[in-house]
């Protein structure tokens, strides 16, 4: 049994379907910048990318297009305050549970930090988690195998005895590079096709069994 007693979440897609508020925000990125190319585009595939791979790299969009598609999106996702996002069911079990049994809890997202913390205030999560660990404002620091060795820097977490739980293929391929056990949820925007060809250490299907899992594998002490 491995004595992990960091537990680090990603946000959108594994404690949050922030699925409409992500839409609403591209549609109206794309409209300000005069394209609406992405309609025919399934948002569930872009929930969890980086903004400006998005823009560039799905949308097409030159430099200075993308750049100027990001502060639209990020206007319209402040005025929207969290409408259309919801907690997925048992996240607050689960999360309050782990607290009582002795785990850390931290949060590493593409999000950027600032907007990481405003997501879990507005939705009444961010009690329970010690620190939030997200993307820089600017290019430096987006993919999440940088993100997590920048939370394990920044609050100083142990990777032997840390454990990231994410529903993307960049969550466990994220955890692997920098040594922690990867558990993937099949519940949030990444297919099992996709989670399962990263080869997690484990797949879980519902945020509740990531309480059994947790207390008969990777006890804290």
């Known amino acids: 049994m491995k004595n992990v007693r960091n537990v680090l979440f990603d ?56 750049e100027s598609a990001i502060a639209h999106y990020r206007e319209h996702y402040e005025l929207l305050e969290q409408a259309g996002s919801v907690v ?33 205030a507005d939705l009444h999560l961010r009690s329970y988690f010690d620190g939030v660990a997200g993307a820089s404002m600017g290019p430096k620091r987006r993919d999440k195998t940088r993100i997590i060795k920048h939370a394990l ?22 955890a692997r590079a920098n040594g922690l056990v990867a558990v993937a949820v099949t519940y949030g925007f990444g297919s099992k096709k996709e989670l399962t060809a990263a080869r997690p250490d484990h797949l879980v299907g519902h945020s509740a069994e990531l309480i059994p899992l947790l207390r008969n594998r990777f006890m804290a002490k």
């Open 11 to 66: 946000l959108d897609g594994t404690l949050v379907d922030s699925s409409r508020t992500i839409s609403a925000c591209i549609d109206y990125a794309l409209l300000q910048v005069g394209t609406s190319n992405g309609r025919e585009i399934a948002v569930s595939g872009l929930i969890g990318k980086p903004l400006l791979d998005i823009f560039r790299e799905v949308f097409a969009m030159p430099q200075a297009q993308a």
């Open 88 to 120: 997925y069911d048992s996240v607050i079990e689960v999360l309050s549970d782990l607290n009582s049994n002795g785990y850390r809890l931290f949060i590493a997202t593409v999000k950027p930090t600032s907007v990481a913390e405003k997501v879990l």
């Open 153 to 174: 820097r920044k609050f100083d977490l142990d990777p032997r005895h840390s454990l990231m739980i994410g529903d993307r293929d960049q969550d466990v391929l994220g």
